[in-house]
């Protein structure tokens, strides 16, 4: 019974596998074979650069506009095939640049002889970035249109009396190079005219010669039959190459260590002892390893993490690499390689090598890529739902705005105090978020990010917040439900032992900022508990409307068609009023505030965007607290804080304690204590 239990599970298993796929991927045939392939697919002889680029393209991209300048967000970078595990949020522009060097490399450009340097503060999401790129290039090499492919020599094997045995022995290539390299490069650029058909975009890559191991084999066939290239090829073997890190096949990854410990063989090979015996010397390519992390990523990617650390030796290699494509394995002439050369480093290192004279030569073979902290408070948000959400979390619940508020602090930690008199810290992180203020537009946006030079390569990583979050999750205060208050209390007392914040000036400012944010989230619960009392989702949204028309008439000097009677009539100033009232709006300043809420309107209208009111942030309030002033009436908030209330009233307090929950996200528990906590705030008397 039990046998049979088990057949039908590895049977099940087995149906899972797409046999047509393996098929497909274990694609083996003749040198001629291959030569058809480049002939109907020239894409196939890609270099790592061009496949690199055209990897990231295929995930496809959307083009949008952020303070009237273009920009490109790639899907790749969204992860969506993993679920979004590893995405990549905010950094939009970096990654532009990113892309925009594999772009120009890809074209032959010179980038490709320059080492990739992303550059950033800790927990800025490098190593994802490397990660994603390395998963990425993986997966493309599985796909039609990533193909690629590589040979195995097939030659006799010697019995032990000298004859040939019958049995072949296969010996593929080392460095899992591109047939092609098998022409000798003074015939290689007539073959290539014959492959490449007329009017073709794509040219075929005619640089790179064969590994040492290979070029020995195949000078020693050459010699055999007299110099017979087509009885050569007979013992070629081409076959589908599929990258895999697992399999350290077209990606590598190097990781420093201690100086005693660390081998230049480790990144171009060393000799294999055991074969030297057979072989009669070191200096046959046939004993040696030919498996340094160079030398297996060829055709792919490498990564060096934190690659200023790295020994100088180390970093002398990679002039070579870089610069000429090529390595020099010990005792073995230069060797050409294919490959995107990755690095990553935090900024001390990289001032490190800025102040080291004797590194000119890898100083200039660098680009450099600022990977920075978020500085957007939507993006910073993102991080921060994909780990703590509903699938993830399960044992308690995630009060609203809890996330938000963390990551409110986070940014706020990382922009630099604005220039400009009367902007606070606080309206700057809104004017970043897309919020408008008066006297404020995209271009005066745009003065505040050139102003700020260092903005995003300081402050709290992400990883602290998560940190943060995940302690306000396992501790026993909230009754099953964290709000932002202990959120913030966490983040609190985490500074005083914060590993890299020893400035006591630093902790100061970043308590101060967790004032401001206790403050605004006060006023977010205040406005939220408003419009559950309001109750009604499109009441706003037509006060909105009345207002708007109203302003209308008034700055073009119209009248209003009133829908009861019919007749004409002059816009109310008494309605103006009493909604710009709620937001301090002078009599004197009653125009200007008009003429910029209709001047925005008609901006959005020339780049084809629909105008929302709630975009602008002054706008939204005064309409809230309009809307409030009009209902609030039917339930009176200091009433939640009596020990005794009537039945009728708490009717009407659970009435909104219900649309708090099912409007807004709240749970039984959250819903009573931000009830609780703004009838505190009002019957203080701070009603605004």
């Known amino acids: 019974m039990r046998q049979m239990r088990d057949d039908t599970l590895v049977s099940k298993i087995s149906a899972m596998q797409d046999e047509a796929r393996f098929q497909e991927e274990s694609w083996e045939g003749t040198?001629?074979?291959?030569?058809?392939?480049?002939?109907?697919?020239?894409?196939?002889?890609?270099?790592?650069?061009?496949?690199?680029f055209d990897m990231i393209e295929s995930h496809g991209k959307t083009d949008y506009f952020d303070n009237k300048k273009k920009l490109t967000r790639y899907h790749f970078f969204l992860d969506e095939s993993a679920g979004g595990h590893d995405a990549i949020f905010g950094l939009d522009v970096p990654l532009m640049k990113l892309v925009n060097v594999f772009k120009s490399a890809a074209q032959r450009l010179g980038t490709e002889r320059r080492v990739l340097l992303l550059h950033g503060p800790v927990g800025s999401s490098k190593s994802t970035i490397a990660r994603l790129l390395k998963r990425g290039i993986e997966a493309y090499s599985k796909t039609p249109a990533g193909a690629l492919y590589t040979f195995t020599w097939c030659l006799d094997r010697k019995a032990e009396d000298g004859s040939i045995a019958e049995k072949e022995e296969l010996f593929p290539c080392p460095m899992h190079e591109d047939p092609l390299h098998l022409i000798p490069s003074?015939?290689?650029?007539?073959?290539?005219?014959?492959?490449?058909?007329?009017?073709?975009e794509f040219e075929i890559p005619s640089t790179g010669e064969l590994c040492p191991a290979c070029r020995?084999?195949?000078?020693?066939?050459?010699?055999r039959y007299g110099g017979a290239f087509e009885r050569v090829v007979e013992h070629v073997r081409v076959r589908r190459l599929i990258l895999s890190e697992q399999d350290r096949v077209g990606i590598g990854t190097f990781q420093p260590k201690d100086e005693k410990n660390q081998d230049s063989t480790e990144l171009t090979g060393d000799i294999n002892y055991r074969k030297i015996a057979e072989y009669g010397s070191d200096s046959d390519p046939r004993a040696f390893n030919f498996d340094g992390e160079l030398n297996i990523a060829n055709r792919g990617i490498v990564e060096f993490v934190e690659i200023l650390k790295l020994d100088v030796a180390f970093l002398y290699d990679l002039l070579g690499a870089t610069q000429e494509h090529k390595i020099k394995p010990k005792k073995f002439p230069q060797t050409d390689i294919d490959e995107v050369i990755l690095g990553h480093t935090n900024e001390p290192e990289y001032k490190k090598l800025q102040s080291n004279e004797f590194m000119e030569a890898l100083r200039d073979r660098t680009i450099k890529i600022d990977i920075p902290y978020i500085t957007k408070l939507s993006e910073e948000v993102k991080i921060y739902e994909k780990d703590f959400n509903s699938r993830t979390i399960r044992q308690k619940h995630i009060a609203p705005h809890t996330l938000e508020m963390a990551a409110m602090w986070a940014v706020l930690t990382r922009l630099e105090e604005p220039q400009k008199q009367g902007l606070t810290i606080l309206q700057k992180l809104k004017l970043y978020n897309g919020k408008t203020l008066p006297n404020f537009n995209e271009d005066n946006v745009k003065e505040l990010r050139k102003e700020a030079v260092r903005e995003g390569l300081d402050g709290i990583s992400p990883r602290y917040v998560q940190d943060k979050i995940s302690n306000a999750l396992v501790s026993e205060k909230g009754e099953g439900c964290i709000n932002p208050f202990m959120v913030l209390n966490e983040l609190e007392s985490g500074l005083r032992t914060h590993s890299l914040i020893s400035n006591e000036e630093q902790k100061k400012r970043y308590r101060e900022l967790l004032g401001v944010v206790r403050e605004e989230y006060e006023n977010i619960v205040k406005n939220e508990v408003q419009r559950a009392i309001n109750a009604d989702k499109d009441a706003i949204e037509r006060l909105c409307g009345n207002y708007i028309d109203s302003i209308k008439a008034y700055t073009q000097k119209e009248r209003l068609r009133n829908k009861y009677t019919g007749q004409y009539e002059e816009p109310s100033e008494r309605f103006m009023r009493s909604i710009e009232e709620k937001i301090d709006i002078p009599e004197s300043r009653k125009d200007d505030f008009r003429r910029e809420v209709m001047n925005y309107i008609g901006a959005l209208a020339i780049e084809g965007r629909a105008f929302d009111y709630r975009t602008n942030e002054r706008l939204h309030k005064a309409l809230e607290l309009k809307l409030f002033e009009d209902q609030k009436d039917s339930i009176k908030l200091r009433h939640m804080v009596s020990t005794v209330i009537d039945p009728k009233t708490q009717e009407k307090i659970d009435v909104v304690k219900n649309r708090l929950i099912q409007n807004y996200g709240y749970c039984e528990v959250c819903a009573s204590d931000v009830m609780s906590f703004v009838a505190s705030i009002f019957a203080r008397g701070d009603a605004k």
């Open 186 to 200: 003074e015939w290689r650029a007539r073959l290539i005219d014959e492959l490449t058909p007329p009017g073709a």
């Open 31 to 52: 040198f001629e074979d291959y030569l058809q392939i480049v002939r109907q697919n020239p894409r196939v002889t890609r270099t790592a650069f061009q496949r690199m």
């Open 216 to 223: 020995f084999v195949f000078r020693d066939l050459m010699k």
